[in-house]
């Protein structure tokens, strides 16, 4: 696996175990889930007579539903109950947004922040209103 990010990937596949290949050989670590740091590469074994369709994807929830995730099948009709799930969606996944916001009110102050992002950009727009009633936006724009 390559991770040409800046973030972390935390590789998880569903149904196995894997061995993670380094310079430890037949030592190598057996594991279900492998970080695979920014700009680096892990290599892994594993057995694939498994049956079926198996789920592969990052722990980390945004790049998981942001299309950081695939499905692992053995030459086996697809799962029926995949039918509503076609692959083509996946990619449509990739541009999801999703939106939060957070609000501080004191005696002397008044914070928001709201945040829009997806798998490539986030926007964040903040605003304070203090005492003085003095009134101050801010508009964040981040390029992953």
């Known amino acids: ?22 310079k430890n050989g037949e030592r190598s ?17 594993f057995y694939n007579e498994e049956y079926g369709d198996w789920f592969f994807h990052c722990h980390v929830l945004y790049h998981k539903v942001g299309g950081v995730s695939r499905i692992f099948s053995y030459e086996t009709p ?4 995949m039918k509503d799930y076609p692959v083509e969606n996946l990619l449509d996944e990739v541009d999801q947004y999703f939106y939060w916001g ?6 002397n102050f008044r914070e928001f ?8 950009n ?5 605003g304070e209103f203090d005492y003085d009633k003095m009134m101050k936006l801010n508009l964040v724009i981040i390029d992953i």
Request: proline share 6%; hydrophobic share 40%.
């Open 78 to 81: 697809r799962d029926e109950r």
């Open 29 to 45: 670590p057996l594991k279900h889930t492998v970080n695979v740091p920014p700009m680096e590469e892990v290599t892994i074994e």
């Open 1 to 22: 696996m390559s991770n040409l990010t800046m973030m972390h990937h935390p590789m998880h596949l569903h149904g196995h175990f894997f061995r993670v290949l380094n």
């Open 102 to 107: 957070a609000a501080k009110i004191g005696s």
């Open 113 to 120: 922040e709201l945040t829009a992002s997806n798998i490539r």
């Open 122 to 126: 986030e926007f964040i727009l903040n």
